[in-house]
């Protein structure tokens, strides 16, 4: 299989159309040596010669010409790519202001790292807003991530993903109080509970509904994860915000038949219209990264159930 390399068909070209090996290095700002050598170590790919050499001059053979027909174009077109990329780069430029809700920041604080990353150019203001997409205009920001119905039809939103909160502790907690193994027993402990999240006042297992009495509640839902990592109590939590705490044994699942409905994320912004190549590029970044986390999401609620 060849391995053309493109500077040196970029090379061949230019000689071809200049006739000689010097013109074609003036015009690369090279020496004519290197020209000669990679056109001989390109004939040698191919095996077979491409120009014909006299002492006056030089001439395409017929197989450098059939190679010049084909050859040409296909550069043109991959330089013509190369040269859009590398313009759209230059343009992922500016400043985005993005809401995100308190507990988003500890979901995609990785993600935005890595997006700043991949595009130092793009300028990055991050608010924790408690009202959503509400504060869009107040903020003047390009997007938040919120959850829930949005009940303003003059913005956009971008579904991302549905989630569930299920009961979470840590294995202090649990070790310092009566065992868990029915939902009736969730009222002997302290359960804790955010209204920046929605807080679960009742449960429904098998048609029976069980009120449920917090000893806690804080209008944060980052202070609810921690107070929860603390050993406070028990919360209502989404998975994807413990996947790591489950994996090191900071907090453990507790009846794991009990969980929410499902609740849905959202990106919310103004307009599709004017959105510059960065808000574009952030927004996509955004909308994988919710895939993977739905992905995460459902595996764990369907190991939890079988």
């Given at each position: 299989?060849?391995?053309l390399n493109i500077n040196d068909l970029e090379l061949f070209i230019a000689v071809a159309k200049l006739g000689s090996f010097s013109?074609?290095?003036?015009?690369?700002?090279t020496r004519r040596a290197l020209v000669s050598r990679r056109i001989g170590e390109l004939e040698k790919q191919l095996g077979a010669?491409?120009?014909?050499?006299?002492?006056?001059?030089?001439?395409?053979?017929?197989?450098?010409?059939?190679?010049?027909?084909?050859?040409?174009?296909?550069?043109?077109?991959?330089?013509?790519?190369?040269?859009?990329?590398?313009?759209?780069?230059?343009?992922?430029?500016?400043?985005?202001?993005?809401?995100?809700?308190?507990?988003?920041?500890?979901?995609?604080?990785?993600?935005?790292?890595?997006?700043?990353?991949?595009?130092?150019?793009?300028?990055?203001?991050?608010?924790?807003?408690?009202?959503?997409?509400?504060?869009?205009?107040?903020?003047?920001?390009?997007?938040?991530?919120?959850?829930?119905?949005?009940?303003?039809?003059?913005?956009?939103?971008?579904?991302?993903?549905?989630?569930?909160?299920?009961?979470?502790?840590?294995?202090?907690?649990?070790?310092?109080?009566?065992?868990?193994?029915?939902?009736?027993?969730?009222?002997?402990?302290?359960?804790?509970?955010?209204?920046?999240?929605?807080?679960?006042?009742?449960?429904?297992?098998?048609?029976?509904?069980?009120?449920?009495?917090?000893?806690?509640?804080?209008?944060?839902?980052?202070?609810?994860?921690?107070?929860?990592?603390?050993?406070?109590?028990?919360?209502?939590?989404?998975?994807?915000?413990?996947?790591?705490?489950?994996?090191?044994?900071?907090?453990?699942?507790?009846?794991?038949?009990?969980?929410?409905?499902?609740?849905?994320?959202?990106?919310?912004?103004?307009?599709?219209?004017?959105?510059s190549l960065a808000a574009k590029m952030f927004a996509s970044n955004i909308i994988d990264v919710a895939q993977e986390l739905d992905?995460?999401?459902?595996?764990?609620?369907?190991?939890?159930?079988?």
């Amino acid at each position: 299989m060849y391995q053309l390399n493109i500077n040196d068909l970029e090379l061949f070209i230019a000689v071809a159309k200049l006739g000689s090996f010097s013109k074609a290095a003036d015009s690369f700002d090279t020496r004519r040596a290197l020209v000669s050598r990679r056109i001989g170590e390109l004939e040698k790919q191919l095996g077979a010669p491409l120009f014909i050499r006299t002492t006056r001059a030089m001439s395409l053979t017929p197989s450098g010409e059939q190679f010049l027909e084909q050859v040409e174009p296909l550069v043109g077109q991959f330089l013509n790519a190369a040269r859009m990329v590398e313009n759209q780069q230059s343009q992922l430029q500016g400043k985005l202001r993005i809401g995100l809700l308190p507990f988003m920041e500890r979901l995609l604080d990785r993600q935005i790292a890595e997006f700043m990353r991949k595009h130092p150019q793009i300028k990055l203001e991050i608010f924790m807003v408690s009202g959503g997409y509400r504060e869009l205009t107040r903020l003047g920001l390009d997007f938040v991530i919120d959850v829930g119905k949005l009940e303003d039809s003059s913005f956009v939103a971008k579904k991302l993903t549905s989630f569930k909160l299920k009961l979470f502790a840590t294995p202090e907690y649990l070790a310092q109080h009566d065992e868990i193994t029915c939902v009736e027993d969730l009222a002997q402990h302290s359960m804790i509970a955010s209204t920046g999240g929605t807080i679960q006042n009742h449960i429904m297992i098998d048609d029976q509904t069980f009120s449920i009495d917090y000893s806690l509640i804080t209008n944060d839902f980052s202070s609810l994860f921690s107070f929860c990592l603390a050993g406070a109590g028990i919360a209502f939590l989404p998975y994807s915000l413990v996947t790591e705490h489950l994996e090191n044994q900071q907090l453990v699942s507790i009846l794991p038949e009990i969980e929410s409905d499902y609740i849905d994320s959202y990106l919310v912004y103004p307009s599709r219209q004017h959105m510059s190549l960065a808000a574009k590029m952030f927004a996509s970044n955004i909308i994988d990264v919710a895939q993977e986390l739905d992905k995460s999401e459902s595996a764990y609620y369907s190991n939890k159930l079988k």
